[in-house]
T-cell receptor
Framework: NAGVTQTPKFRVLKTGQSMTLLCAQD?????MYWYRQDPGMGLRLIHY???????AKGEVPDGYNVSRLKKQNFLLGLESAAPSQTSVYFC???????????????FGPGTRLTVL | AQKVTQAQTEISVVEKEDVTLDCVYE???????LFWYKQPPSGELVFLIR??????QNEISGRYSWNFQKSTSSFNFTITASQVVDSAVYFC????????????FGTGTRLTIIP
């Protein structure tokens, strides 16, 4: 099992450019999440999905869009990148509330994005 | 709204010393879950423990132990006989168990173990 994988690992964009980050999981998890990590701020939730075809906003959704067309994939898009979106992006997946408990999230290795 | 506070930004201890990382949380729900994650220098996040709000028993796993106290809304993490491999950023997180299982993270504590 590869677990949670993220593509690409690093990316440099110019202001105004667009890009898509891909997250894939092979654990048959229903729930998937996108977080950003900034110095001194911990991880903050951008968007999440509780199943194929569903998405919802998290704490900091502005400037991002997501899609979950397949259960194993969760895409994060930046339509017009801004320097404030320079961050490390983490994808995570979990079984959600299966079994009546809040299951732990498994994280990908992260994508380091720099917007100039 | 839920909130997690890790007041200790950075801690340094000499190897073999014990160290406790503090976590204080806020939530209005009676059902919730608390987590600890470790982020070593390599960058990935590693799950350490989950505790639900109805289980106040402390837990020990090797050199790691966790103290959950609902009366003080705290879920502290102690490493006994610290080792250099324990050097990492540690995050405490809270989920309200409402079905979306969103995690609210604290800002993390950077732990450095000095050889």
């Amino acid at each position: 099992n590869a677990g949670v994988t993220q593509t690409p690992k690093f990316r440099v964009l110019k202001t105004g450019q667009s890009m898509t980050l891909l997250c894939a999981q092979d654990m048959n998890h229903e729930y998937m999440y996108w977080y950003r990590q900034d110095p001194g701020m911990g991880l903050r939730l951008i968007h999440y999905s509780v199943g194929e075809g569903t998405t919802a906003k998290g704490e900091v959704p502005d400037g991002y869009n997501v899609s979950r067309l397949k259960k194993q994939n969760f895409l994060l898009g930046l339509e017009s990148a801004a320097p404030s979106q320079t961050s490390v992006y983490f994808c995570a997946s979990s079984y959600g509330l299966a079994g009546g408990v809040s299951n732990e999230q498994f994280f990908g290795p992260g994508t380091r994005l720099t917007v100039l | 709204a839920q909130k997690v506070t890790q007041a200790q930004t950075e801690i340094s201890v000499v190897e073999k010393e014990d160290v406790t990382l503090d976590c204080v949380y806020e939530t209005r729900d009676t059902t919730y879950y608390l987590f600890w994650y470790k982020q070593p220098p390599s960058g990935e996040l590693v799950f350490l423990i989950r505790r639900n709000s109805f289980d106040e028993q402390n837990e020990i796993s090797g050199r790691y132990s966790w103290n959950f106290q609902k009366s003080t809304s705290s879920f502290n993490f102690t490493i006994t006989a610290s080792q250099v491999v324990d050097s990492a950023v540690y995050f405490c997180a809270l989920s309200e168990g409402r079905g979306n299982e969103k995690l609210t993270f604290g800002t993390g504590t950077r732990l450095t173990i000095i050889p």
